[in-house]
């Protein structure tokens, strides 16, 4: 009896467990592992929260997360076997955005960075 109640309370709980999840955890985590797996497009949008302006735009096939260091890491697909990374440093001033921009770009090796020029110090260029 023992065994019989235990084997069926267990079916509960599993039964619990899985139908917990909603329809947009699941969702999500479908589009971060699609992600991971460098089948979505990104553009990410590093911002100055204290000038507010913007430091630096990414967008491709971009796998993203964070480390210890307080950086993010975005790992970004070039070519079929092919990958840069990128360490953003974060710190209490600056944030970031992320978009996912599936479908506006056909080339599956599109990359772009950009770095606004107008938060970077001025440098005099002697030949």
């Known amino acids: 009896m023992k065994k019989i109640f235990s084997a069926v309370f267990s079916v ?16 999500n985590y479908n589009i971060a592992k699609q992600a991971d797996y460098f089948e979505s497009e990104r ?54 955005v992320v978009e996912d921009i599936t479908g506006t770009h056909t080339d599956p090796y599109h990359y772009k960075l950009y770095f606004h020029a107008d938060i970077l110090p001025s440098v005099e260029v002697k030949p």
């Open 12 to 27: 509960l709980i599993a039964t619990m467990l899985l139908c917990g999840c909603s329809e947009a955890d699941k969702a």
């Open 43 to 96: 553009k990410i949008t590093v911002y100055n929260a204290r000038t507010d302006t913007i430091v630096m735009e990414a967008e491709g096939y971009m796998s993203i997360s964070n480390n210890d260091n307080d950086e993010l890491v975005c790992t970004v697909k070039i070519g079929p076997d092919q990958y840069k990374v990128n360490y953003i440093y974060l710190n209490e001033y600056t944030m970031y």
